[in-house]
C-alpha cells in the first residue's frame, strides 16, 4: 500500500517556467514533509523540508505548499533552470512510540528542464 | 569529509551467490538505513537500525539480512541473491529520528545485478 502519492512520473518544463510536482498522503499522524533532489549517480539530498503547522515554506527558488485538511503538499520550483533537472523525491514520516521514525517516499519524478 | 560510504558501487553476481554490500558513516549518526530505488516504484526501506545492536525490518525486508555491531558501520547482507533483487541500493544515515527530525544523508548507491 502505497502512503505517499506522487506526481507526474515525468515533467518537461521550459527554463523559466514554473515547475509543480503534488504529492498527497493518507496518513494523519505524518508529521514531517521533506523532498529529497537526486541527481544521476548520485544519492538523493535533502533539498527542503516542511511540518503541518505552516502551510508553507520558501528557499530561493524552491517553494513547499501544504494543504492539512486535502493531505496535500507540493514543490513549486520558480524560474526553473537547466540546472534542476533531477529526479524530486516527496516524503513523509511520523513520530511512532518513543520517537523512532519510518521516512516513506513517493515514486519520483524526472524533472528535465529545457532551454 | 562528512559521508556515507558504500561498496562496491557497481556488482554484477549470479543467483544464490551470497553478497554484502557495506555501508560506513563518518558522522556518528544514530540512525542508518537500507534503501533500494526501482524504476515507477521510487525509495524503498529495507531496513534500518536507530543504534547499535538495534535493527528492525522496512517496507521490504525479504531476502535480507542487516547488523549493527558498531555504530559507524550498517551492511547489508544478501544470504541467496536472486534475480528480483536487481536494483539501485541506497544507505542512508542521521542523527537520531524523533522529534526533531533531522537530515538522511545517503550515499552514492551500489547497482547490483543477479543474473
Known amino acids: 500500500q502505497q502512503q505517499v502519492k506522487q506526481s507526474p512520473q515525468s515533467l518537461i518544463v521550459q527554463k523559466g517556467g514554473i515547475s509543480i510536482i503534488n504529492c498527497a498522503y493518507e496518513?494523519?499522524?505524518?508529521?514531517?514533509f521533506p523532498w529529497y533532489q537526486q541527481f544521476p549517480g548520485k544519492g538523493p539530498a535533502l533539498l527542503i523540508a516542511?511540518?503541518?503547522?505552516?502551510s508553507e515554506k520558501k528557499e530561493g527558488r524552491f517553494t513547499i505548499s501544504f494543504n492539512k485538511s486535502a493531505k496535500q503538499f507540493s514543490l513549486h520550483i520558480m524560474d526553473s533552470q537547466p540546472g534542476d533537472s533531477a529526479t524530486y523525491f516527496c516524503?513523509?514520516?511520523?513520530?511512532?512510540?518513543?520517537?523512532?521514525?519510518?521516512?516513506?517516499f513517493g515514486t519520483g519524478t524526472r524533472l528535465t528542464i529545457i532551454p | 569529509e562528512a559521508q556515507v560510504t558504500q561498496n562496491p558501487r557497481y556488482l554484477i553476481t549470479v543467483t544464490g551467490k551470497k553478497l554484502t554490500v557495506t555501508c560506513s558513516q563518518n558522522?556518528?549518526?544514530?540512525?542508518m538505513s537500507w534503501y533500494r530505488q526501482d524504476p515507477g516504484l521510487g525509495l524503498r526501506q529495507i531496513y534500518y537500525?536507530?543504534?547499535?545492536?538495534?535493527?528492525d525490518k522496512g517496507d521490504v525486508p525479504e531476502g535480507y539480512k542487516v547488523s549493527r555491531k558498531e555504530k559507524r558501520n550498517f551492511p547489508l547482507i544478501l544470504e541467496s541473491p536472486s534475480p528480483n533483487q536487481t536494483s539501485l541500493y541506497f544507505c542512508?544515515?542521521?542523527?537520531?529520528?524523533?522529534?526533531?527530525?533531522?537530515?538522511?544523508?545517503f550515499g552514492e548507491g551500489s547497482r547490483l545485478t543477479v543474473l
Open positions: 516542511i511540518r503541518p503547522d505552516v
Open positions: 537500525s536507530m543504534n547499535v545492536e538495534v535493527t
Open positions: 542512508a544515515s542521521s542523527l537520531l529520528f524523533g522529534i526533531n527530525t533531522g537530515e538522511l544523508f
Open positions: 496518513n494523519t499522524a505524518f508529521d514531517y
Open positions: 558522522m556518528n549518526h544514530e540512525y
Open positions: 516524503a513523509a514520516s511520523a513520530t511512532l512510540n518513543f520517537g523512532n521514525e519510518k521516512l516513506t
